[in-house]
């Protein structure tokens, strides 16, 4: 099986500095299953390219300890010296193990500076074809083309095999590169050579942790990544995406209990505030069907599902421990029919372009550009505001400036940990402003929760419409 990695990027000899591998030598190194060779069929100033070529040793195969064998002839008639699998996984982690780790003493100032990066893999074996091929490099930005192998050549009446020599390219850094190979690598066949503990789960998350959890394939890439280890799945999938972040609500719980009320009748609770609010733009909108995009553990649903006005709603979340938290909390499986036929989760990110998101009446954000790297907010607005492009949508977010009236708030602390950033007023209304006149839409701004001269109000509610629409 072979693996190159070749770059356009100039003087594109310093291939070799990533890697740790001098272009003007043929290496090898020994492995637990055969042997691994380093070599440059092109090493120029305007390109470079490196092989990892393994050798495996079949009868060093047979003897070691794997779980890829499912029969009895599986030990002597397999692909598997053959192929790209989880030896090649295990090869890039030995071999390249400085460069997949992101360390380079030569080239320091390159190892965040991406750059025009080609890897071909011959061959590879894809249980999905090249749909999966898409579904999976694809969201990662790159670019990809696969030539399906036949069983035999002199017999294409045989039909075409699952072996497929693919090739991807996109400009990014060598280490994130190796990281997306070493994690995809195995998860093409689901099977692994050696036995998978909970050692794995570490790997996973190590080489994953910078873009596994937005991935939308990221469930399947776990399951098939940690091959019927159920408890190892689930445990990964925890560390991923992270229990349904509480916002502020808890902060706000403790600080309005703290507060002595003149009425012995209960306050309604900033979280039921800002939830009637948006229900109530939704409503006045006039909207039948709505989306909540990230709807967590489905509070506004509960809300909406109440409401005989509305005849469709759609909930989607990144984190699917919330979204069977909501199955359960809304008792979907023992509504009655006609009310079941008018709701449904479905599991996605909002930053990635998703059909099942048009044609939508009204859309709600609630608390939810927040737990967003500034970097990717571009993403959602366009996915957003542009593809789903529902005729309202109704977005709140923190405002920071309120956090002063909050004293176990620390100077310039956020109201969560998960939390990337958090808006004043003014910021707020400049992205919202630049959001509407960018794709089309008015919007107005509305208070949320108990006003504080010079600070406003805790949270802060944007209401966006379509021009032209009445």
């Not at 954000?365 to 970097?375: G, Q, T």
Request: net charge negative; proline share 6%; glycine share 6%.
């Amino acid at each position: 099986m072979l693996l190159t990695i070749s770059t356009t990027h100039q003087p594109a000899a310093d291939l070799g500095y990533l890697l740790h591998k001098h272009p003007d030598r043929c290496q090898s190194f020994d492995l637990s299953f055969g042997e691994a060779h380093v070599f440059y069929p092109e090493a120029s100033a305007d390109r470079c390219a490196a092989c990892l070529l393994l050798d495996v040793d079949p009868v060093g195969l047979v003897r070691g300890k794997g779980n890829w064998k499912s029969g009895p002839l599986d030990q002597y008639v397999n692909d598997r010296p053959y192929v790209a699998s989880s030896l090649m996984s295990v090869a890039i982690s030995q071999v390249f193990g400085s460069a997949l780790a992101g360390r380079s003493k030569e080239r320091p100032e390159l190892l965040g500076t991406p750059i025009p990066l080609t890897a071909r893999i011959d061959v590879l074996p894809v249980r999905g074809g090249v749909e999966l091929l898409q579904r999976m490099f694809g969201p990662l930005g790159y670019e990809v083309t696969a030539a399906r192998h036949p069983l035999d050549e002199k017999f294409p009446e045989w039909g075409e095999s699952p072996y497929y020599s693919v090739t991807l390219s996109q400009t990014t850094t060598v280490a994130q590169l190796l990281q997306h190979l070493y994690v995809l690598i195995p998860v093409f066949d689901g099977k692994k050579h050696y036995y998978i503990g909970p050692d794995e789960v570490e790997k996973l998350l190590s080489k994953g942790q910078s873009w596994l959890a937005d991935h939308p394939e990221r469930d399947l890439i776990t399951q098939r990544y940690l091959p019927r280890r159920y408890s190892l799945i689930r445990q990964a999938l925890a560390q991923l995406v992270p229990e349904e972040a509480v916002e502020e609500e808890a902060l706000e719980q403790k600080v309005e209990t703290n507060q002595p009320t003149p009425s012995q009748e209960r306050e309604l609770s900033l979280h039921e505030q800002r939830l009637g609010a948006v229900l109530a733009a939704i409503r006045s909108s006039g909207a039948k069907r709505v989306v909540d995009l990230g709807c967590g553990e489905g509070k506004l649903l509960r809300e909406l599902l109440a409401d005989k006005q509305f005849t469709e709603i759609v909930g989607m979340d990144v984190s699917v421990r919330s979204l069977e938290i909501a199955h359960r909390r809304l008792k979907l499986d023992r509504l009655p029919e006609r009310q079941r036929e008018r709701i449904r989760l479905i599991h996605g990110a909002l930053t990635y372009r998703d059909q099942r998101l048009a044609n939508f009446d009204a859309a709600a954000l609630v608390e939810v550009i927040e737990h967003l790297d500034p970097a990717r907010l571009a993403a959602l607005e366009r996915v957003v505001f542009e593809h789903a492009r529902p005729r309202t949508v109704v977005l709140t977010t923190p405002n920071r400036d309120y956090n002063v009236i909050w004293e176990s708030l620390a100077a310039g602390e956020m109201r969560h940990s998960d939390h990337r950033f958090e808006w004043t007023r003014a910021e707020f209304e400049a992205w919202a402003g630049g959001v509407a006149e960018q794709f089309g839409y008015a919007v107005r701004y509305l208070p949320v929760g108990p006003e504080e001269a010079g600070v406003g109000t805790p949270s802060q509610m944007a209401v966006f419409e379509v021009l032209g629409v009445s």
